[in-house]
């Protein structure tokens, strides 16, 4: 079986590690466990981790005070892993360290992957990076802030175990950390459910607001940054609509717009069944899994949201005959 130390090139002493842009519970918690495994198993590296500044909720890590926030001034890592990544473009905070790296490496679990690494490993079956990183790592060598970060990033991108990206193997993982001790229900409580009260006002407009489409096979909801000032909120606190959408009955396709800058949207998309959203979303330059998927897109939100429907509504006739 791999391990992880496979990945790793010989005489590397010194390594950065890097999530995604808008870092979620995964990119949080896989590049927290890897930084964490590798500074207990192989003392002689230096380490670095980076990450752009995630919602509060996932911030109550210790391991969060030797995050670096804001992007290094240029240096040349040995090493440079990417966790939950599925390309360049994609790379947070640290970005600017990728092309300055003696080796590059990725860890993902994305099936779009682009394979931008000098040594890419992705398991597009695996719920999640953690879940990736769980099943390389010694699990004797796992200590309890360890299991920490990986079991927030099983939760996050399992939606607590419940998408159909959970397997057998997935469980077992969630098993074993608990087995470890890890403080479950509190992770769960306080890093999943917990909502700001501007996060469930923002949930409540967004669901308000939706609407039906095709036959309704298609629900959609859109929200800019005006609607996002009025209450008191940024993007990143629109996290949970595209889940709750989702859950609407008789719905295929979730689709869920949101302002990140002014006239830039990020698409999030999400399917019940058959549709393939990491097919929809590569149309539009993004990517992500068979299920979950998303892009960042330039415009008005309504010529957007005329233009991906016209997408989904091919894409789903075709999958009629
Ligand atoms: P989200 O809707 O942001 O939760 O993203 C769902 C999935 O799609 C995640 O696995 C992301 O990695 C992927 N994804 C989201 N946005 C993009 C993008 N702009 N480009 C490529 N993949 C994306
Ligand atoms: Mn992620
Ligand atoms: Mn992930």
């Known amino acids: 079986m791999k391990t992880l130390n496979d990945l790793l090139p010989e005489g590397i002493r010194t390594v950065a590690i890097a999530g995604h842009v808008n870092p979620d519970g995964d990119c949080v918690g896989s590049t927290c466990a890897l930084y964490l495994y590798l500074k207990k198993t ?141 403080p479950h229900t509190r992770i769960i409580e306080e890093s999943f459910n917990a909502a700001t009260f501007g996060q469930q006002r923002i949930l409540g407009w967004c669901l308000e607001n939706s609407r039906l489409y095709l036959d309704g096979r298609v629900v959609a909801s859109v929200c800019t940054q005006n609607d996002m000032a009025r209450f008191g909120v940024e993007a990143k606190d629109t996290g949970s609509v595209v889940a709750v959408l989702r859950q609407t009955t008789g719905v295929e396709l979730a689709l869920f717009l949101y302002e990140t800058e002014p006239g830039t949207f990020k698409l999030s998309l999400r399917s019940n069944s058959f549709l393939n959203v990491a097919e929809l979303a590569a149309r539009y330059g993004g990517g992500g899994h068979v299920k979950a998927a998303g892009a960042t897109l330039k415009g008005s939100a309504p010529a957007l949201l005329a233009e991906v429907l016209g997408t989904a509504a091919a894409m789903l006739e075709e999958s009629d005959v």
């Open 42 to 182: 192989r003392p002689e590296l230096a380490l670095s981790l980076y990450l752009a500044r995630p919602t509060d909720d996932l911030m109550f890590m210790d391991v969060m005070k030797e995050v670096s926030f804001e992007e290094p001034a240029p240096w040349s890592p040995d090493l440079m892993i990417t966790c939950d990544t599925s390309s360049l473009d994609r790379i947070g905070c640290g970005a600017g360290l990728f092309e300055k790296a003696e080796r590059t490496l990725s860890i993902d679990h994305h099936v779009s992957n682009t394979r931008y690494a000098d040594e890419t490993w992705v398991e597009p079956d695996a719920s999640s990076c953690a879940e990736v990183l769980f099943y390389l790592f010694e699990e004797d060598k796992i200590d309890l802030p360890i299991a920490t970060a990986l079991y927030t990033g099983l939760i996050h991108d399992t939606g607590v175990f419940q998408y159909s990206n959970v397997t057998r193997r997935t469980m077992e993982a969630g098993a074993r950390l608990i087995g470890m001790g890890v």
